[in-house]
């Protein structure tokens, strides 16, 4: 039985008509299977695919195949369909010569049903051997070529087509852009959706990367969330850049995932040939620099590699170097500052604020490392030891005797977003031995906004700790009353953006305002940062805003300069519009 048939179809190819009478009496009652043959004295070449696609089996007289050698040379291109088997004659003299290169070889003379049916049998389990193991190699081909999740070409295959394409390019004087794309906050969707819907988005992204060029255009998965393309033949830039705002307005459609429509954005690097590079491997380098600094200077865009982005690269790389050195030689330091009850004046809250004290450059501003830190992953080392270092800190001061007060810590988005960052903050507490009513977490209204079911779960199990949330640099998003009052928060802090000219800027007074009474309307607390005028103090005591924090009061110090200052009635109220700050020292 073969292919599912339970008939053996033969095609005989042999001049004498007598052969056909001798196998069919022969086999029939030698093989498992019924044997039909079907016979012709020659075979053109024209008919022979026709015929293959039809038959199980082929016996082919020897005498033919030795005579017309460009027919034979056909025949062989064929033989991986259809299994082979040659009729000879004992006395022909070529036999001796060929045996080793033919082994299916039959004597006419000599075979009986039981030999012939034997080696029909041996012939065919030979020949599906071979094609399980071609199949094989087509797979294992297919494997070190293709991304085994979305099918599309892998780094490896996608950089031997962009060889090709420039070598092309060379012969014809022609362009080619190579393009790298990256999805948005992938990472942080990903952990917050899990691992098999991060899946389903990139095969959904990597179909509509597909269809959007030509066929003949390889796409590639890098890695990751990392795409690449490769656009031969090209006249102009404008052309490549009306490509990838079409690709960006593709990405940026609605995906469906678990009947949950979700948006995403992304960023597009562009190199071009020959200006940008001469090989594949610069091509898709400098594509991916440029990706990069269209991530970073506003999201959703593309950009053109150019010289300059070449060293923001390496200094990039540089200072990526000197973080990992940071965190392996304990270099990262944490300040704290107070944050001031409006009314009593008393501390009722301090922010950790992590620092880096350089051995060489001295103390570096977070603004300069902590972006790259959320960029590069490593801010999830950094922010976990910031936590750590935060709650034992504030279980010292209260074993002090000093009075008891919440702790506020600063989360990423990619920190707050893992699967264990619940059972993360709940061990942390328990190393410290603090209690969780004096801990608040501090997260980005981007990061609260997302509002996927994961997150707000993770803030609900929070809130039943007894921890505080706290939107951070509220006002600098995009978020509405109608979500606000669906996440369980507790305390809007004003971005100090809006504090900086509210004494001489109408609008920013009126947004400080309406922030105030829009928190007084939802049971939540306002914090003021930014504090740095008597003028702005007074501002916002007169506004009934709940809490400050700034400059005017105190900067961020180590833990040994700033316990003074956390002494009961260290900022203290006199009353009126006034402020006493005698024990102050800044």
């Not at 052969?19 to 024209?46: G, M, R, W, Y």
């Not at 065919?124 to 979305?150: G, H, S």
């Not at 040994?560 to 956390?566: A, S, T, V, W």
Request: hydrophobic letters at 40%; a negative charge.
């Amino acid at each position: 039985m073969l292919n599912g048939r339970k008939t053996l179809k033969t095609l005989l190819i042999d001049p004498s008509f007598a052969e056909v009478k001798k196998i069919n009496i022969s086999l029939n009652s030698h093989l498992p299977v019924d044997f039909h043959i079907i016979h012709t004295t020659n075979l053109p070449e024209h008919r022979y695919s026709e015929r293959n696609r039809s038959v199980d089996l082929f016996l082919v007289d020897f005498d033919l195949l030795q005579q017309d050698a460009r027919w034979w040379l056909c025949f062989r291109q064929e033989l991986g369909h259809t299994p082979i088997i040659a009729l000879a004659d004992s006395n022909d003299p070529s036999i001796q010569d060929d045996l080793y290169q033919h082994p299916n070889l039959v004597f006419k003379d000599f075979y009986t049903g039981a030999l012939l049916g034997e080696k029909i049998q041996h012939t065919i389990k030979n020949w599906k051997l071979r094609q399980r193991l071609r199949a094989a190699e087509v797979r294992e081909t297919y494997l070190n070529t293709r991304d085994p999740l979305t099918g599309l070409e892998n780094q490896s295959l996608f950089q031997q087509r962009v060889t090709e394409s420039i070598q092309q390019c060379e012969r014809y004087q022609q362009h080619l852009a190579v393009l790298v794309l990256d999805i948005d906050r992938f990472k942080t969707l990903n952990n917050s959706l899990g691992f098999q819907a991060g899946d389903q988005l990139l095969q959904q992204v990597a179909k509509r990367l597909k269809s959007t060029v030509r066929d003949t255009d390889p796409v590639a998965r890098l890695g990751g969330d990392d795409f690449a393309l490769c656009l031969s033949g090209i006249d102009k830039a404008h052309d490549v850049a009306q490509l990838a705002e079409s690709l960006l307005a593709t990405v940026a459609q609605g995906i469906k995932i678990e009947n949950m429509e979700y948006f995403v954005s992304s960023n597009i690097g562009i190199a071009l040939y020959p200006g940008d590079g001469r090989d594949a491997g610069t091509l898709i380098s400098h594509a991916g620099t440029a990706m990069q600094n269209a991530r970073s200077e506003g999201r959703n865009q593309y950009h053109f590699y150019t010289v300059q982005m070449r060293n923001n690269a390496k200094a990039r790389l540089a200072m990526e170097t000197e973080i990992r050195r940071a965190i392996e030689e304990s270099q990262f330091r944490v300040h704290y500052q107070p944050q001031i009850d409006t009314q009593t004046g008393e501390v009722v809250a301090v922010e950790a604020l992590v620092r880096w004290q350089h051995p060489r450059l001295g103390l570096i501003s977070p603004h300069d490392f902590i972006p790259l830190s959320e960029d590069t992953g490593l801010i999830l080392h950094l922010g976990n030891w910031v936590l750590k270092e935060a709650c034992q800190q504030n279980s010292k001061w209260q074993a002090a005797g000093l009075p008891k007060f919440r702790m506020a810590v600063n989360l990423s988005a990619l920190q707050f977003e893992q699967q264990d960052f619940v059972e993360t903050v709940v061990q942390t507490l328990a190393d410290a031995q603090l209690d969780p009513e004096w801990l608040e977490l501090e997260l980005t209204e981007g990061t609260l906004m997302s509002n996927t079911p994961n997150s707000i779960e993770k803030l609900h199990q929070l809130k039943a700790m007894g921890i505080r949330i706290s939107i951070d640099d509220f006002g600098t998003g995009y978020s509405s009353l109608s979500q606000l009052k669906q996440l369980p928060i507790d305390v809007l802090k004003v971005d100090q953006s809006f504090v900086r000219d509210v004494t001489e800027n109408s609008s920013d007074a009126a947004i400080i305002t309406a922030i105030v009474a829009m928190a007084k309307s939802l049971s939540l607390s306002v914090i003021a940062e930014g504090i740095e005028t008597s003028a702005q103090q007074q501002f916002l005591r007169n506004l009934d805003c709940h809490c400050m924090q700034g400059f005017f009061f105190e900067k961020p110090q180590t833990a040994e300069n700033l316990m003074p200052c956390l002494a009961p009635g260290y900022f203290r109220s006199e009353g009126g519009s006034s402020w006493s700050m005698a024990n102050r020292t800044i």
